[in-house]
């Protein structure tokens, strides 16, 4: 089955503790994304790669790290987490091409004490 | 600047009525548009999208859409409401003038269907 898969589902944390939230697709996508997603603020990019080893810089990228080291993984990196990355948060990859849209994963509930 | 708008925080229909979720959009050039769903505890779900073409496009669960070029307007429609229906809905715009992969969410529209 064609599919995002993101891990964890729930994370709670304290401040400060480093932490990863894998991101897998098996569609062999070249766009990956990541999103958090907050009441009344909607969807916002954090961090997107195009390829293997390109990834740039989204809407809202402070606090956070990506890499793309193969085509399939995306994980995302909070080195020092704070009480406002609580969110919810979505990894969605798409073909390259601009007529598709996205598969989005489960999303990872993420609470920081 | 490319966005997206659901001027909609909440919409609220009876189960066999007709809805409308609205969405405008600002964006350079053609745009390429979408509709996500998305239900309780789960990721969003493409229902349907506008490339190029007929102005009404059908999608997934009965929903259809009508591109409006001259009102930037892009509204998610149903001719019969089902309780099921229920959900955050999601328009999104692709801008692939100037970023040609970078999408552009609204902030959603809870839609309530009552029996």
């Known amino acids: 089955e064609a599919q995002v898969t993101q891990n964890p589902r729930y994370l709670i944390t304290v401040t400060g503790k480093k932490l990863t939230v894998t991101c897998s697709q098996n569609m062999n996508h070249e766009y990956m994304s990541w999103y958090r997603q907050d009441p009344g603020l909607g969807l916002r990019q954090i961090y997107y790669?195009?390829?293997?080893?390109?990834?740039d810089k989204g809407d809202v990228p402070e606090g956070y790290k990506v890499s793309r080291k193969e085509k399939r993984n995306f994980p995302l990196i909070l080195e020092s987490p704070s009480p406002n990355q609580t969110s919810l948060y979505f990894c969605?990859?798409?073909?390259?091409?601009?007529?598709?849209?996205?598969?989005f994963g489960s999303g990872t509930r993420l609470t920081v004490v | 600047a490319q966005s997206v708008a659901q001027p909609e925080d909440q919409v609220n229909v009876a189960e066999g009525n007709p809805l409308t979720v609205k969405c405008t959009y600002s964006v350079s050039g053609n745009p390429y548009l979408f509709w996500y769903v998305q239900y309780p505890n789960r990721g969003l779900q493409f229902l349907l999208k506008?490339?190029?073409?007929?102005?009404l496009v059908k999608g997934s669960y009965g929903f259809e859409a009508e591109f409006n070029k001259s009102q930037t307007s892009f509204h998610l429609k149903k001719p019969s409401a089902l309780v099921s229906d229920s959900a955050l809905y999601f328009c999104a715009v692709r801008d692939i003038l100037n970023n040609f992969n970078k999408f552009y969410f609204g902030s959603g529209t809870k839609l309530n269907v009552k029996p």
């Open positions: 969605a990859s798409s073909p390259g091409q601009g007529t598709y849209g996205y598969t």
């Open positions: 790669s195009m390829n293997v080893e390109v990834t």
């Open positions: 506008y490339i190029t073409g007929d102005n």
